[in-house]
């Protein structure tokens, strides 16, 4: 099986692609895209601007909290950024790093390893939202250990200083875009995590994304959520997730 090539940027790859997620947050809630509350957020720093990262981050700049999207080509991302207005900034994944309190995650899922390796010290005791998925065509050997171990163990793993919680995984951009901010019940997004603390935040911003968090556990639980497992590409409200997966009401 082929691994991506340590030289690959993965917060390069679906540039292309963050422009159309943005067209989407616009084209399906119009003004969203340019609306800027003035309440002050958290810092947000987003590792991966692709459809989910751009998609997600959209969401977060419209509800007030400013975000910085990477790119080892920062220029790249103008035109997502322009397009979110002044709360939204462009940079490196360096920069993101260190501009947010609380990070975003969305790249392919073989990329962790060397994300892990180049940027761990940094991470150390960030909260961190992780939304990558493992796909064996894609990530070799390393979707082969998520099978085995469960997603949320592995990431953890490799990114082993950040206070990880699993968190936008289940879905497409498109749901995510067209979904959020509807009318209750809100469409439930699971999460799980080792660190409470980082739970509860990673919670809040789920809610202000316009979405209803559902806490399933602890990170080994996560694999009741990744792909293949029966909280994935659940399109309910939380009501109906907690009973698909047996949780308490």
């Known amino acids: 099986m082929v691994r991506p090539h ?15 997620a943005i067209a989407v947050l616009t084209a399906l809630k119009p003004g969203a895209a340019l609306a800027q509350p ?20 959209g969401l977060w700049v419209k509800a007030g909290h400013p975000v910085l999207f990477s790119s080892r080509h920062p220029e790249e991302l103008k035109d997502l950024v322009t397009g979110l207005g002044p709360l939204a900034k462009a940079g490196t994944v360096a920069e993101a790093i260190a501009f947010g309190e609380a990070l975003f995650i969305a790249v392919p899922y073989g990329a962790l390893p060397q994300i892990g390796k180049d940027y761990g010290a940094s991470l150390n005791r960030k909260v961190m939202l992780d939304a990558c998925n493992a796909v064996a065509s894609r990530d070799g050997s390393v979707a082969d250990e998520v099978e085995q171990e469960g997603i949320g163990v592995v990431s953890q793993k490799y990114l082993s200083g950040a206070r990880l919680v699993r968190a936008f995984n289940t879905m497409s951009y498109t749901i995510f875009a067209r979904e959020a901010n509807r009318p209750d019940p809100k469409l439930a997004i699971p999460i799980a995590g080792d660190d409470p603390d980082a739970v509860k935040v990673a919670a809040q911003l789920v809610r202000d994304a316009g979405f209803d968090p559902v806490v399933v556990g602890k990170l080994a639980d996560a694999r009741r959520f990744q792909r293949g497992g ?3 590409g659940q399109s309910v409200s939380a009501a109906e997730l907690k009973q698909k997966l047996s949780l308490a009401p």
């Open 230 to 232: 029966p909280g994935y």
């Open 38 to 57: 003035a309440a002050k957020g958290i810092p947000i720093g987003i590792i991966g601007s692709g459809r989910i990262g751009g998609t997600i981050g």
């Open 6 to 20: 340590p030289s690959v940027d993965p917060a390069r790859r679906g540039l292309l692609a963050a422009a159309g």
